[in-house]
């Protein structure tokens, strides 16, 4: 299907946290391909929320890889952080299709690594009949994954698209945005809807 608006969206996603230096890659590498050491919180970059005791965050892990285990497959854990239930969210789908439904925790995260001209998402999974939800996000720490294997791609679409070229060394930022509504009293223009952004951004290093 064809992409519509993404990229007024991936500008919201960056905006969260791309700076204009990034951090070098954490840790040392240890005998070729062995695991890096994790970061202890050195590669996440900016976060954000405006939905009261609703945050993303990324725990501690590795946030440097060589090529060879990018391509082998990686997993980049984050985490919704909810301090209380909140009732009345209307989550906001961020694929083109509007296929995305909310998770056990009452959100939508999109997500996209990106940097150099690259880019990795699921923005098309294909195209889904119009519909909306009412949600209350669930009280917890709810740990979810990105896996990854270092390619370049926006999704399957309902055409079986395939990925595309792999990612170069370099180093890229990870953007986690949840988007929506919540319902609350009458404002004075008459709306009963606010607008709540909630976000975080992590930086990703491919070495050679």
Not at 66 to 85: K, L, P, R, S
Not at 195 to 206: C, D, E, K, L, S
């Amino acid at each position: 299907m064809t992409s519509i608006g993404r990229w007024s969206r991936v500008g919201i996603l960056l905006a969260a946290g791309c700076g204009s230096s990034l951090p070098a890659a954490s840790g040392e590498r240890r005998d070729g391909d062995a695991p890096l050491l994790p970061d202890a919180g050195g590669c996440n970059g900016l976060a954000s929320s405006d939905l009261p005791g609703v945050s993303l965050a990324f725990p501690d892990q590795p946030c440097a890889y060589t090529v060879a285990q990018v391509a082998a497959g990686i997993e980049i854990d984050y985490q919704e952080q909810i301090v209380q239930a909140l009732a009345d969210l209307r989550p906001s789908q961020w694929d083109d299709g509007r296929c995305q439904t909310p998770d056990d925790a009452g959100l939508i995260v999109g997500y996209e690594i990106s940097g150099a001209g690259q880019s990795y998402c699921r923005c098309d999974v294909g195209l889904c009949p119009a519909q909306t939800f009412d949600t209350a996000v669930v009280a917890g720490t709810h740990g979810r994954q990105i896996p990854w294997d270092g390619r370049n791609w926006d999704g399957p679409s309902d055409t079986g698209n395939p990925e595309g070229a792999p990612f170069p060394p370099g180093t890229y930022t990870l953007a986690l945005t949840a988007t929506g509504t919540r319902a609350d009293s009458p404002d004075a223009s008459g709306s009963s809807a606010t607008p709540f952004t909630v976000t975080a951004t992590r930086f990703i290093t491919i070495t050679p």
